[in-house]
């Protein structure tokens, strides 16, 4: 496991881990806490972002990715919250799926390329198909007729 934490004036971390330490399988999901101080909520919120952005846990999953979300947000930086601000927002749904696989997803595909396997391998063409005619003049009448070419979404 790596670990860095934020430094600097009005910037404070209480944890109990550092690099190399081992996080058994059933953790606490609160490894770290970081507190900052600022003569403003603007002020505050800003040391807090970059605090939240320098911070580095890599080896366990965190929830980091969650409030660099969250401190993004509009409301959130105006104040305005309300008890179901997180769901309402789709804060959660917007960043899951990250994690450490992607490192190792990314070691793989690193370890593949370097062994040249990738120049034996099949090969997929990456460009998109020229659509037929059949769905070209489909999409031209649609655009014609006072339709639009793209159907609009239902919205609950």
Same mark, same amino acid.
């Given at each position: *496991?790596?670990?860095?934490?934020? /430094?600097?004036?009005?910037?404070?971390?209480?944890?109990?881990?550092?690099?190399?330490?081992?996080?058994?399988?059933?953790?606490?999901?609160?490894?770290?806490?970081?507190?900052? #101080?600022?003569?403003?909520?603007?002020?505050?919120?800003?040391? *807090?972002?970059?605090?939240?952005?320098?911070? %580095?846990?890599?080896?366990?999953? $965190?929830?980091?990715?969650? #409030?660099?979300?969250?401190?993004?947000? /509009?409301?959130?930086? !105006?104040? #305005?919250?309300?008890?179901? *601000?997180?769901?309402?927002?789709?804060? @959660?749904?917007?960043?899951?799926?990250?994690?450490?696989?992607? %490192? !190792?997803?990314?070691?793989?595909? @690193?370890?593949?390329?370097? /062994?040249?396997?990738?120049?034996?391998?099949? $090969?997929?063409?990456?460009?998109?198909? !020229?659509? /037929?005619?059949?769905?070209?003049?489909?999409?031209? %009448? !649609?655009?014609?007729?006072?339709? #639009?070419?793209?159907?609009?979404?239902?919205?609950?």
């Amino acid at each position: *496991m790596s670990y860095r934490e934020p /430094s600097g004036p009005a910037i404070r971390v209480d944890s109990g881990i550092g690099t190399g330490s081992d996080v058994p399988p059933f953790y606490d999901p609160l490894v770290a806490k970081v507190i900052v #101080h600022g003569r403003t909520r603007a002020s505050a919120l800003r040391q *807090m972002q970059t605090s939240v952005d320098r911070f %580095e846990i890599r080896g366990v999953f $965190t929830n980091l990715p969650f #409030h660099r979300a969250l401190l993004r947000q /509009s409301d959130f930086q !105006r104040g #305005h919250l309300w008890t179901t *601000m997180v769901a309402d927002l789709r804060i @959660a749904e917007r960043i899951r799926g990250r994690g450490p696989w992607e %490192e !190792r997803v990314a070691a793989l595909a @690193a370890a593949v390329a370097a /062994s040249g396997q990738l120049a034996t391998g099949p $090969t997929l063409s990456l460009q998109v198909p !020229r659509p /037929s005619s059949w769905t070209q003049a489909g999409r031209r %009448e !649609r655009i014609e007729g006072g339709g #639009h070419a793209v159907p609009t979404r239902r919205r609950w």
